[in-house]
């Protein structure tokens, strides 16, 4: 299969570019008689729309969704959803010079060479603007799963800027703590100093990385397919599909690898006759199946390649050349990642839940008995 | 699909348990006329067996692999390829306990709860010992791209056990100096150091984790398709689909998130009329396809969750208890998971290679002009 | 997968319903660097456009298609390539009976059953409006065959209306003998007889069934992937998933089980230095990929569905009823059959043609020597 | 993916040919907590085995099948399913000749044009033998099913054999009836001639086609994913993937092209407070959707290929040359026919069953009220 589709049941093909008609999403198995407009998906997409503040790129896009397929009368069909988000702010000029130069650490010369052609207006299809689809499909996802396993929840926010660190406890964060600041930090604290390094980094025409911290809450035990489909090697290609990514850690992740078995073990415990697990080191799986426990995760994004300082590069000639990036950019994608973060989750899930009904039917639990 | 699968085109399935008939995998989409016997395959499998030295599980398992189809007087057909490595060293009776008791971090909750049974038997399908499928497929895989890639190599080596790490410089890292000590670290003296730790936690009874460094040499550019099935995205997959995984890394990973764009990025020059970067902090792709260079990759194992000491947990009844394991078991996966990265890997190459050659057609090559 | 894409490797993606914002496709997996503009497209979607002649349906559909990704410049990038048709002559009212009716032999009903709803205006994703999808997708599939295999034809012809029947030489027929009349049949005098026939069903508000037969000439050697995608196997399953068709059948088809084997067997034969068969009993297929020899092959079309005589059936709410359908129809759906049974037929073509050269590599041959 | 599964979560994974270690089958996504032993799989593998009567060919086969994987204590684990049936009565010395020969149509000449390379002993991957992989991944299903949908009924049996032609009546046919004689014919006087006929080809070293009907009885509305994967159209391509297959036909087929719409199509009527129609000329499918009434379809099997006399051919270097087949074969395959096309109807109406589960939830009912 190409490589533009993601999930098995509910299976989405993403699709357009930052400069020509615009970008869109075709979604393919949604469970019918679901309540649906495109009132239901601007929101997500509205917190993902660059020009929201001063720390991300200005380019202004009403990212206006219109849905040309798969609802009637306000209700989904269960037939193929077609979401499509027109471009209104091209500036194709903007881009002239990549043309003839590869941007670096940029997908320009990775395309050219895989394909023998690009889109140079823009990134074309590398364009973070493709994770617009990605949006509109997870929020139609969103309120599937809200029918089909009412509780569950997702939430992500910003857990590093550049050697700027929080530490929340990720069984309380809430979406208003998230939304709270422009960064998406839920530590106020931090959160202030980080929008003061990215101000900084704008102002030297630089940029900075950072990492996005998520977790699902209320899932149900039983999500994941072994032994390749697991459900955190799901999350970690959803992550690694996202731009600028560059690492993915579960549970205890790269410092559990300097904890003795004694120490890293989660011990069961009944609790309300439940079993549960005394720790969480495991990232709410195990064997690659969700066990009930809140999944953890986090994700490192590098510091945006587009930077207005002078770069050296090379023309499509092969000479060597300076690029003084025009165009517009987010000095730090962090901010924007975390709607795009819960997104691919939000993916992950309803796909595992549903592959979950189809091959053992009971409907997933959110709790069990131990048997 | 279900989970068994890996791969699109060089699509492999794996099946069976730890105790029972055996494990194995049927290859389909290998391409034909490939010399191939399970001399070719073997050798890959003698590296992953246990009983290999003091540092890993005694279970003692010849691991002998017989080929039941799609090979004809020793060239590959075309057709599905079902390769079988029989159980002959399994004791069900050394895992009694697992009928009634969850081990701690092991599968045995996860996979009740989401099949309402399970192979109690030594970890059935959640076991490593799963892993000889993959390598068995990926002994095929190298063969092929011995033939389609000539000058592609993969190489993986224990780059921290606990607390102790190495700095070997990837781009020179043989297999012999992997293969020099049983903890397949090249660097001699760390390696003695691991090896006298592990000695230690199996003396208390407990386990150690670590990191597997993993580099692919003379990888074409072009590999990866864009946007879900980047090649970073397939490989985090590959990896976080292998047992005790807890994340991936690739290039400058999590301590990439502490630079500022224009420390990141790596600069295109030319060498040899070849477009190259000066840096490769992007660690071998841009925008999910390689760009030519080494691709570099980290992965995060836990400690092994089976240990020797008493642990808490609690009855599939649901009633408090004390487990204390028997069986056989690695005091540390890393030296045997080397070869099941490299495996993975091969997987994920052959994949993407032989994708691009569906459609773009051109052979892809090890090297590329700019244009 | 959901069952709405199409194809492997050029894998489409059809949506849209026959009245609401239109219907489209997304292509994924399509070569790069072929020139396409709409004008490529559009001739194809004017073949199957309602309105064409008094045999068909009077819905008027400009049916004008806007490519809006996929294309840069005049030519393919490799990326999804979104296809667009707008609905602009739908009416709902003229279907309002349909809300609470289920018509006779169409997909009312069962599109309720399964789905628990259904868009009722029109037929919605039922309505033979859908397969503009898939003449887009053929249009370009044709014009990257254009590119890979030079020589490629597909030629369909209206075979049978009702009991007339004609019988041409599939090894002779041109698409203008086709195009010649509006019936699609390229013998003249059977033409004139089909015309007559359908204009008098159609004034007794009545329809009628009838075969397409198709022919692929040029096609080379090695295009199938037993064992279950048969070439023949994907071609009967491209045909059947089409509207009103009840039957496939290749070569020799039902007649051939007539006959013993040595009357059946195709002897090969050589000339011009290349392995032929002297008969094509076989009709261009052995063991499920083709033998370079012309494919043959023959779909069954039933009436339509909608005809004018009133009807007995249930309404949704399991009353006897009387239906007097409104709306536009074909009385006989042949003439506008043809060029979709080419679309269909160019889709498996592509897909088979980039699945060879995935696996086997070598561009597959027009024709080759015996070994 | 490669042609060798069949399945979307149902799925099966055939492996094998007709000389070498043996055929089999890998079954991923199969419901847990199924009673399962290769007793329950046997008698389906001995309907189809050779050797069985007088009129099918005498290989002698035990065909005894062992379970490798996915079943604990008699019970499904939700794992994959590995069937293995060895190759016991191979004599590839009496296929000498077909080294160097290409039997009329066979797939040994397409196979070598398509994959350079074939196993020339007994015709390898393309032999009738790699339907054991079906039979015994339909027994599976067959078994599931009768957890899942009670009262689910398949039944096929020979409805023609060259022009000796049984009308029997599809909703009275039962299993005794067409197992009551070697031919599979329901109707004794014409099984007894067709008994006759098939003794004289073989007496005549000549072969015979024919026709194999088949009903599905109790199936639930809702089955089948338009726009592709409509319930018909995975049927033809199931069938058609079966070797020696030549045409596909479903409810009128191709007779029904020669009727009026008024005559063809089915009315709705109200039976026992549920939706029926009073004919049934659809064949059970409306729009791609199982509608509740009997499916019926016909198969369109050719003479067999293989015949003792003389044959005009080519040799592998391109000379003309004599065939006189030795080994063994049916001179009619349509006997052994029956329970492989009862064997593809169970694995289309599995993952058909399934698949409906994962999208609509609702189990889907046997008969279901209007609304």
Request: glycine share 0%.
């Given at each position: 299969m190409p490589g533009n589709s993601f999930g098995q049941i509910f299976r989405i093909t993403s699709w357009g570019e930052s400069h020509g008609g615009g970008v869109g999403v075709v979604i393919d198995g949604c469970p019918p008689r679901i309540a649906l407009s495109p009132q239901d998906i601007q929101p997500d997409l509205d917190r993902r729309r660059p020009g929201q503040s001063s720390i991300v790129t200005p380019r202004k896009e009403a990212d206006a969704c219109q849905i040309l397929s798969g609802v009637f009368r306000g209700k989904t069909l269960g037939t193929p959803i077609l979401i499509w988000v027109p471009n209104t702010d091209a500036r194709p000029d903007a881009y002239r010079e990549m043309e003839t130069m590869y941007r670096p650490s940029h997908a320009d010369f990775t395309y050219q060479a895989k394909y023998g052609i690009r889109n140079w207006e823009g990134g074309g299809?590398?364009?973070?603007?493709?994770?617009i689809a990605r949006v509109a499909a997870a929020a139609v996802a969103k309120r599937v799963l809200g029918h089909l396993a009412p509780g569950l929840e997702v939430i992500a926010w910003v857990g590093q800027v550049h050697r700027i660190a929080v530490d929340v406890d990720p069984l309380k964060v809430t979406p208003p703590q998230v939304e709270r600041t422009p960064v998406r930090c839920p530590d106020p604290k931090a959160a202030n100093r980080m929008i003061r390094l990215i101000e900084s980094a704008r102002a030297d025409g630089d940029s900075l990385g950072g990492i996005v911290e998520c977790v699902i809450r209320g899932a149900p035990a039983g999500l994941g397919e072994p032994v390749f489909d697991r459900f955190e090697a799901d999350l970690a290609k959803a992550m690694l599909s996202l731009p600028a990514t560059k690492g993915f850690e579960i549970g205890s992740g790269f410092e559990g690898t300097r904890m003795r078995g004694s120490e890293h073990n989660d011990p069961f415990v009944m609790r309300a006759g439940k079993v549960h697990t005394a720790s969480n080191r495991s990232g709410g799986t195990q064997g690659g199946i969700t066990n009930g426990e809140p999944v953890l995760f986090r994700i490192a994004f590098k510091p945006?390649?587009?930077?207005a300082k002078p770069q050296k590069t090379v023309t499509t000639r092969g000479h060597a050349a300076i690029l003084r990036a025009r165009g517009r950019h987010d000095p730090c994608v962090l901010p924007r990642a975390v709607p795009i973060v819960e997104a691919m989750t939000w993916l992950v899930l309803i796909d595992h839940w549903l592959r979950q009904r189809a091959q053992c039917g009971s409907r997933p639990r959110r709790t069990r008995s131990s048997r």
């Open positions: 299809r590398s364009s973070a603007r493709e994770t945006t390649a587009t930077i």
